[in-house]
């Protein structure tokens, strides 16, 4: 029987590389103290239809994936959250990735299904308010083939 769980559960790894190294080689970190993580697929579409399309019926064929990753955590100072090497990664990227926020996500849910694949972050945030925890916010794209393997 499935059980259902909660978000919190769900754990997000990385590892900096680029999108055509092999995930076995890479050294995946947590990205710890994380609350919100949304893993969202969509495909773009052509439209296939044609005079003589079934009962006048619009049919489409899909042509390119794209998987976008979004999540937000609590700033925390010591470094084993992993959230300074990230940050790292997204404001002033290395060689190692060709000076661009290159990133391979994992994302495992509790039954042990994931996400793996190479990603571009395109955005980091960090706020700070005066009466409030710190907290930031990242959101990236696919930047080749996301796999999910269910279990």
Do not use: C
């Not at 994992?106 to 299904?113: I, N, V």
Request: no cysteine.
């Amino acid at each position: 029987m499935s059980e259902p769980f909660v978000g919190r559960d769900v754990v997000v790894n990385f590892a900096i590389g680029l999108e055509s190294a092999s995930p076995a080689s890479l050294t995946f970190k947590r990205l710890g103290m994380m609350r919100g993580k949304t893993m969202k697929t969509s495909w773009d579409t052509v439209d296939t239809t044609a005079d003589m399309s079934p009962a006048f019926t619009k049919t489409n064929l899909v042509t390119f994936k794209a998987v976008e990753f979004s999540g937000d955590g609590v700033s925390y100072t010591d470094a084993a959250h992993n959230q300074k090497t990230f940050h790292a990664q997204v404001v002033s990227p290395g060689i190692s990735t060709d000076n661009q926020p290159k990133v391979w996500l994992r994302l495992t849910d509790p039954d042990g299904s994931n996400y793996v694949g190479p990603f571009i972050v395109s955005e980091w945030s960090d706020e700070r308010p005066y009466a409030d925890s710190a907290t930031w916010s990242i959101t990236a794209a696919s930047n080749g083939n996301v796999v999910y393997t269910p279990v």
